[in-house]
Nanobody
Framework: QVQLVESGGGLVQAGGSLRLSCAAS????????MGWFRQAPGKEREFVAA????????YYTDSVNGRFTISRDNIKNMVYLQMNSLKPEDPAVYYC???????????????WGQGTQVTVSS
C-alpha cells in the first residue's frame, strides 16, 4: 500500500503564492506517478496536475497551466505543487494522489491523501 500525507495549505490573498507538499511512503511509492486533485465546496473533485516517476512528463489542467508547477524529489519521496498568482476561484481542499502512470491518475488514482485546505482571500 501507498500512504500519502499532504501539508502546506493555508490562507493566502489573491495573487499570492503557496507550496503544497506530499510525503509518500509504501512499497511502490518510489516508482509511482504522482498528482494533485482539488475539490471546492459544491463542486466535483477535479484533476490539477500530475508528474511521472522520472519527472520527464508533466500534465496540467488548463485553469492552472502557467501558474502552478508540480515537481518531485524521489530521494525524499516528496511531491510538491507550487501555486503562484492564486485566484479567488482556486480555494479548495487539495489532495495528493498516486498511481503507476499519469494516464492511470487521470483515469482514477489508486491512492489518495487526506487533503489540505487552501483558502484564497479577495
Amino acid at each position: 500500500q501507498v500512504q500519502l500525507v499532504e501539508s502546506g495549505g493555508g490562507l493566502v490573498q489573491a495573487g499570492g503564492s503557496l507550496r503544497l507538499s506530499c510525503a509518500a511512503s509504501g512499497r511502490t511509492s518510489s516508482s509511482y506517478a504522482m498528482g494533485w486533485f482539488r475539490q471546492a465546496p459544491g463542486k466535483e473533485r477535479e484533476f490539477v496536475a500530475a508528474i511521472s516517476w522520472s519527472a520527464t512528463n508533466t500534465y496540467y489542467t488548463d485553469s492552472v497551466n502557467g501558474r502552478f508547477t508540480i515537481s518531485r524529489d524521489n530521494i525524499k519521496n516528496m511531491v510538491y505543487l507550487q501555486m503562484n498568482s492564486l485566484k479567488p476561484e482556486d480555494p479548495a481542499v487539495y489532495y495528493c494522489a498516486s498511481d503507476r502512470t499519469i494516464a492511470s491518475i487521470l483515469r482514477g488514482p489508486d491512492y489518495w491523501g487526506q487533503g489540505t485546505q487552501v483558502t484564497v482571500s479577495s
